[in-house]
């Protein structure tokens, strides 16, 4: 993927620095929609320092029509040892409701599909709720599959914290 694309007369780009408060206003929308706004902590300052300082943590594909960001890809770089290759792991897929069923998703993830390509990933992966037919039906009709078999576990907030202090009282 060239760093600008255009799929569907939108314009995909990589993320820029100025762009955080874009991102900000996408994972909040995001999360209003999935009904998690509540779990939301992060800040201008926390996506500048995680996205755009030293070593970034993860990566942002805008989407734009007619110069506004309409939608983003964020995405993270991970490693599979079964495929010795590196891959990539789609964090958050996020359209505007006005512009979803126009291709913007459609060219978010496609684009993303040719940058994996492009960094010889073996895969790109992502996590879909259950109950999101709409975003589940998309996912089929690109031609992913659902990993069966597979649970995800997660250990955040005080539980990380209390299983990192069982290592150190170990």
Excluded at 33 to 62: C, D, M, N, Q, R
Excluded at 124 to 144: C, I, K, T
Aim: glycine share 8%.
């Amino acid at each position: 993927m060239s760093p600008i694309d255009t799929i569907s007369g939108a314009v995909i780009r990589l993320a820029e620095r100025n762009d955080v408060r874009h991102i900000l206003r996408f994972i909040n929308e995001l999360a209003e929609y999935e009904k998690l706004s509540h779990e939301v902590v992060a800040t201008e300052v926390k996506l500048t320092e995680t996205l755009f300082s030293g070593t970034p943590a993860a990566e942002v594909l805008i989407a734009e029509r007619e110069g506004n960001p309409v939608g983003m890809a964020l995405f993270f770089s991970n490693y599979s040892t079964f495929l010795a290759q590196p891959g990539i792991h789609l964090e958050d897929l996020y359209v505007q409701p006005d512009q979803r069923g126009s291709g913007v998703g459609k060219a978010l993830i496609t684009c993303l599909a040719q940058l994996a390509v492009e960094r010889n990933c073996g895969r790109l992966e992502w996590m879909v709720l259950d109950w999101n037919e709409p975003a589940r039906q998309f996912y089929r009709s690109l031609g992913a599959s659902a990993m069966d078999g597979w649970l995800t576990k997660r250990v955040s907030g005080e539980s990380l914290r209390a299983m990192a202090r069982r290592l150190e009282r170990a």
